[in-house]
């Protein structure tokens, strides 16, 4: 899986589906033809804020969620989309299967079909109220 570097690309991936977990949160987002690389397998981002501790924190906690996405979020990840994987705090003490089981859970939800569209403003009649 290639890596996600540049900043435009982690704020395309931020207007796609997301799904949260206690130790991360995983945004998809399918790449459209025009944008580059659009031909390409999956591509995957990482970032740790600075909430979330010092420097050395943040780096586990990185390579933690890299480690958990080589291993199984590879065969999740499908061809043509773009992840950005947001760690959290919790993801430093957690066991690693805890991370592992969360993050396919994330695929999962991102990439499940959705049975009713959600409504993004109050019908009228709730309006009216």
């Not at 061809?79 to 299967?97: E, N």
């Amino acid at each position: 899986m290639q890596r996600l570097l540049k900043r435009q690309d982690f704020l395309f991936v931020r207007d796609g589906r997301k799904a949260h977990a206690a130790t991360l949160s995983l945004q998809a987002r399918l790449r459209s033809d025009d944008r580059p690389h659009a031909s390409a397998g999956a591509r995957a981002g990482f970032t740790v804020t600075k909430k979330s501790g010092c420097a050395v924190e943040r780096n586990r906690i990185r390579r933690r969620l890299r480690e958990a996405v080589r291993l199984s979020g590879a065969l999740l990840a499908r061809d043509g989309y773009d992840y950005v994987i947001i760690g959290r705090r919790p993801a430093l003490d957690a066991s690693f299967a805890t991370i592992v089981n969360e993050l396919e859970t994330a695929f999962g939800r991102v990439h499940a079909e959705r049975s009713s569209p959600r409504r993004t403003s109050r019908s009228a009649d709730e309006a009216a109220r």
